[in-house]
């Protein structure tokens, strides 16, 4: 009946499975343990009308143009350029830390002085990272590195990953810089915008291909059986001589025969207003106080001015633990030596299944944003189809 399987409806198993039915006239069967596709990026309209994302705030950004040609057959866009504001010391400051941040928190005289060594050792317009910067030889802008390691990289890094930032691998403190700007957008990329109809909407017509079937609330072990050793694959209880693509855990895949990979997950705490407009930007980030890491305000992201209520997500990480109701949803590799190492082991096995493809955050186990996630769906597919 099928020509490939699909584990999963989100980014990775979606590009696919468009791919697939559109270019290659292959008939796709998707399975997806939630009751809506869409992976993390699933949005809908609450209670009061308010379009929200549930998982989260997911603004779409991109330096790649073929990423944004292909997705915009599926949507247009509202442009949109994020701003994260923080709560540092009773004042809410730019985030990334920039030029601006600097002049809001500390005495003028200090500000450009800090200004004019950043400009000269560092350029105009350069993000440093901040271990870089804590690694200067100048005694003022090691002290800058401390302070901003203080006030907005620990206490936040901490609360998101549950460990010290020396703890993760560089990569991921990388992503913390301090930008020698005064551009107060969250990201530079040249592509950036929000689904004018929202992220769902844009899955629906990316799916919507009369070879493309979905089966929504099944977890693929009722479905599907790979035996890892002999890599022999039955759909429904037949042999299956087709493909398959696997967008889930990796480890739980081989049911965990060499231990389980760490994984972050979230709670997410919604509260909808009686009011138009809650805070001035779409997030702010609250690296020092409170157990949640930032609130964000979904109007500013999605444009939405039609309603009377504004609707805001208080963001609470946590551990995951999949046999706990409310912890069971992993969100975020941990990466670590030692965990990559863990991974390394189940890809060696996963390499030596000729007719799986593990794809995305969780089957490789990578932090990757959602353009990422497409361009390597896009390049899977030319490579391996």
Do not use: C
């Amino acid at each position: 009946m099928f020509d490939t399987i699909i584990v999963g409806a989100g980014f990775a198993g979606a590009v696919m499975a468009e791919r697939l039915a559109n270019e290659r006239g292959q008939k796709v069967l998707i399975i997806e343990k939630r009751t809506h596709i869409a992976g993390n990026a699933y949005d809908r309209f609450d209670e009061k009308g308010v379009l929200i994302h549930q998982y989260g705030p997911h603004i779409f950004h991109t330096k790649l143009k073929h990423v944004w040609d292909y997705l915009s057959r599926f949507t247009e866009w509202r442009i949109y350029h994020h701003e994260v504001l923080g709560s540092i010391d009773g004042q809410l400051v730019p985030i990334p830390f920039n030029l601006n941040s600097l002049h809001a928190l500390l005495p003028d005289e200090l500000a450009d002085s800090l200004e004019r060594k950043l400009v000269n050792v560092f350029g105009y317009n350069t993000k440093v990272p901040i271990l870089r910067l804590r690694e200067s030889d100048d005694e003022e802008l090691k002290w800058l590195a401390e302070f901003v390691y203080e006030k907005i990289f620990l206490h936040y890094t901490m609360k998101q990953w549950g460990v010290s930032p020396e703890e993760l691998n560089p990569h991921v403190t990388g992503r913390v810089p301090v930008y020698v700007s005064r551009d107060n957008r969250y990201f530079q990329d040249r592509y950036q915008g929000m689904p004018k109809d929202g992220y769902t909407r844009l899955f629906e017509r990316m799916l919507s291909h009369p070879n493309i079937k979905l089966m929504l609330n099944t977890d693929y072990k009722e479905i599907l059986e790979v035996d890892p050793d002999s890599g022999l694959i039955r759909v429904f209880g037949q042999p299956f001589a087709g493909k398959v693509i696997f967008t889930g855990k990796i480890d739980e895949f081989f049911d965990y025969r060499l231990g389980e990979l760490p994984y972050r997950s979230l709670r997410f705490q919604f509260e909808t207003l009686d009011q138009a407009s809650y805070q001035p930007t779409g997030t702010i980030n609250y690296p020092n106080d409170y157990d949640f890491t930032r609130i964000t305000e979904f109007n500013h992201l999605t444009g939405q001015r039609d309603s009377r209520y504004t609707t805001i997500v208080k963001e609470f990480p946590q551990p995951y633990e999949r046999h706990t109701p409310g912890r069971e949803v992993p969100y975020y590799p941990v990466p670590n030596p030692e965990n990559g190492d863990l991974y390394a082991e189940y890809r060696r096995l996963a390499r030596e299944l000729d007719r799986v493809v593990f794809l995305g955050r969780l089957a490789e186990y990578t932090y990757y944003d959602m353009d990422a996630v497409v361009s390597k769906a896009l390049k899977v597919f030319e490579e391996r189809f």
